[in-house]
Structures are given as C-alpha cells and as structure tokens.
C-alpha cells in the first residue's frame, strides 16, 4: 500500500549549520509532496511543495529535492536557526487527503 | 486573518463517554479535512467534506466516529462511547478548494482514561 515514511527519527545540528532531513516514499504514482513543520501544540505549518515533474524547489532558506528514481525526498533547511526546532513531515497529497509519514524530530543544538 | 480554531483545545473523557470536537475553518474554505494524530505519528486522515457534503469517510476508524457540517461551515467529530485507543491529538484542516493548501488548526488532544 502507500507509504511515506522517513529515515530518522531525530535529528540533532549545531545552530547556523545547514539541515538535511530525509524522506522516502513507495508509491511510485504519487505525483506531488510537501513537507510541513509541527511545533509543539501546534498543527501542521505547510513549509514547501513540489511536484513530480520537478527534481528541486526553493524557498526561503528551504530547498526540496526530489529523487524519483529512488523514490526519496529531503528537505534542506540553510542556517538552521532555534526556532527552526520543530517536527518535519513529509506527506504526499493524495487524492482527496494528505498522506504523512512518520516525521523527524529536529533538534538545535547552541 | 482567523485561521482554523479548534475547541476544545483539551478534552479528558472516562472511558464509554461521547465527546463532539469543533472545527471552525476558515471563512470561505469549501473543504474540510479531519485527521487523527497518536503521540509520536503523523497525522492520519479520517474525512472530508466539501461544503456539507462528506465526500469520503474511509479513515474512520468505526462506527463510533461520525463527523457531520450541517450548514457547510463549522464542522463536528464525534466518538461515541469513548475507548483508551481513541487517545490522540484530532486535526481540522481547511482549503479553499480541495487541491488547494490545506490550513491546520492547533488540534484537540483527546484523553481517555
């Protein structure tokens, strides 16, 4: 069945350094992603999206990278900063829903 | 502008009781989503409703759950005879449309001892 899970639970950088947080996904159809950030209380925060036709897309000190042959995506956060400490998502917006997986606790480290 | 309010924020509820959850969404969003978060898991959808219509209702988890938006706007979870496996934070989610960005309110955690 579908499946979108992540490679890590938790990940600890120093603050300033660059974030990578990693996703892969099994249903070789999906045709579009996007990663949210969870603060504490708080419900998902839509950080950025791309879609399949795509293999990169920037924001604002995020960058998306998407790997369709390996089924992968990850999501890298420049400068990381403490307010930048949160639970990432990545999902893939099906049909009529968004399909999560698991997230990746970020820590950052003073 | 408001966003998606949720209330309660806090729920604690004795096993076998009922509980209605409240979403109001965002003024104008035609669709609205529900979704159920256990400690430690992302979300998980449960159903959508464009405008007062439930399109699709396959997460329920059974028939103790019913979610209804009579007049297209606020929207209502219920669970009914409350069990220790329904202990989970519940999302409500809204977008203009339903391939639209969907906007999250801050959930209502839900503790049943």
């Known amino acids: 069945g579908e499946s979108v899970g992540l490679h890590l639970p938790t990940l600890s950088v120093q603050e300033g350094d660059n974030s990578i947080i990693n996703c892969a996904y099994s249903?070789?159809?999906?045709?579009?992603f996007i990663w949210y950030k969870q603060e504490s209380g708080k419900g998902p925060q839509f950080i950025i999206d791309?879609?399949?036709?795509?293999d990169k897309r920037q924001g604002q000190r995020v960058t998306v990278l998407l790997n369709k042959t390996v089924k992968h995506l990850s999501l890298q956060i420049a400068a990381t900063q403490p307010g930048d400490s949160a639970v990432y998502f990545c999902a893939e917006n099906g049909r009529d829903k968004i399909i999560f997986g698991k997230g990746t606790r970020l820590h950052i480290l003073p | 502008g408001a966003g998606v309010s949720q209330s309660p924020r806090y729920k604690v509820a004795k096993r076998g009781q009922d509980v209605a959850l409240r979403c109001d969404p965002i003024s104008g969003h035609v669709s609205l989503f529900w979704y159920q978060q256990a400690l430690g898991q992302g979300p998980e959808f449960l159903t959508y409703?464009?405008?007062?219509?439930?399109?699709?209702k396959s997460g329920l988890p059974s028939d103790r759950f019913f979610a209804e938006r009579p007049e297209g706007s606020v929207s209502t979870l219920k669970i009914q005879r409350t069990q220790q496996e329904d202990s989970a934070v519940y999302l409500c989610?809204?977008?203009?449309?339903?391939?639209?960005?969907?906007?999250f309110g801050p959930g209502t955690r839900l503790t049943v001892t």
């Open positions: 249903n070789s159809a999906s045709d579009y």
């Open positions: 409703f464009q405008n007062e219509a439930q399109l699709d």
């Open positions: 791309i879609r399949s036709n795509m």
């Open positions: 989610a809204s977008s203009f449309h339903i391939a639209y960005e969907q906007y």
